[in-house]
């Protein structure tokens, strides 16, 4: 199973959507996941995907691709070559992802429903926001739905655990303070 995972934005995002990336990996080893995301975030998926499937881009350029069709097509062939089984697209993900996700061929292509993208028919599932759920139950609950279709056995946990981010404090001393890091924060 080859995997695309479209997560182009900023800090507070990715570490929101990171138990999706570690629970799948958890889950289902044997998986080829390939995650395009920000490079200043890249740090956050080093643990969970190889270095060859950690396609970076900057979020800017990404969602406008569409003004620059050159780049735009340098994406889809760059994806489309790969022959991904499934697509998953982030909540916050905006025309370009979906595009890019339909374009790629997996047969299976999951996202946020209710989004306001210029595109019709790029999902093949769709997940509305219920009523009292975060943004990490969101995306909890769009993940549960892509592994429904690809694994009968659906072993997807009920809740979604805390991020872990102990790759990230290798070598480092801990400190007695804390830090708070906005869900929104760039």
Same mark, same amino acid.
């Given at each position: 199973? +080859?995997?695309?995972?479209?997560?182009?934005?900023?800090?507070?995002?990715?570490?929101?959507?990171?138990?999706?990336?570690?629970?799948?990996?958890?889950? $289902?080893?044997?998986?080829?996941?390939?995650?395009?995301?920000?490079?200043?975030? %890249?740090?956050? $998926?080093?643990?969970?995907?190889?270095?060859?499937?950690?396609?970076?881009?900057? /979020?800017?350029?990404?969602?406008?691709?569409?003004?620059? #069709?050159?780049?735009?097509?340098?994406?889809?062939?760059?994806?489309?070559?790969?022959?991904?089984?499934?697509?998953?697209?982030? $909540?916050?993900?905006?025309?370009?992802?979906?595009?890019? *996700?339909?374009?790629?061929? @997996?047969? %299976?292509?999951?996202? @946020? %429903?209710?989004?306001?993208?210029?595109?019709?028919?790029?999902?093949? %599932?769709?997940?509305?926001? @219920? /009523?009292?759920?975060?943004?990490?139950?969101?995306?909890?609950?769009?993940?549960?739905?892509?592994?429904?279709?690809?694994? /009968? *056995?659906?072993?997807?946990? *009920?809740? #979604? /655990? *805390?991020?872990?981010?102990? +790759?990230?404090?290798?070598?480092?001393? #801990?400190?007695?303070?804390?830090?708070?890091?906005? @869900?929104?924060?760039?």
């Amino acid at each position: 199973m +080859h995997l695309l995972i479209l997560k182009v934005n900023h800090l507070g995002d990715n570490v929101v959507f990171l138990p999706v990336v570690q629970t799948l990996r958890r889950l $289902y080893p044997h998986w080829r996941l390939t995650v395009v995301t920000a490079p200043q975030v %890249a740090a956050l $998926y080093q643990a969970d995907v190889v270095e060859d499937d950690l396609l970076l881009t900057r /979020p800017d350029r990404f969602n406008t691709a569409w003004q620059r #069709p050159w780049e735009l097509a340098s994406w889809a062939v760059r994806l489309k070559v790969r022959r991904f089984d499934a697509a998953l697209v982030s $909540y916050d993900q905006g025309s370009v992802a979906h595009w890019l *996700a339909k374009f790629t061929g @997996a047969p %299976a292509r999951v996202g @946020a %429903a209710g989004l306001k993208i210029r595109l019709r028919d790029t999902l093949t %599932a769709e997940v509305a926001l @219920a /009523p009292g759920w975060s943004m990490a139950q969101w995306n909890w609950e769009t993940a549960r739905a892509l592994v429904a279709r690809l694994d /009968p *056995a659906n072993r997807w946990p *009920a809740e #979604p /655990p *805390a991020p872990n981010l102990d +790759h990230l404090a290798d070598g480092l001393r #801990p400190a007695p303070s804390r830090i708070v890091i906005h @869900a929104g924060s760039k």
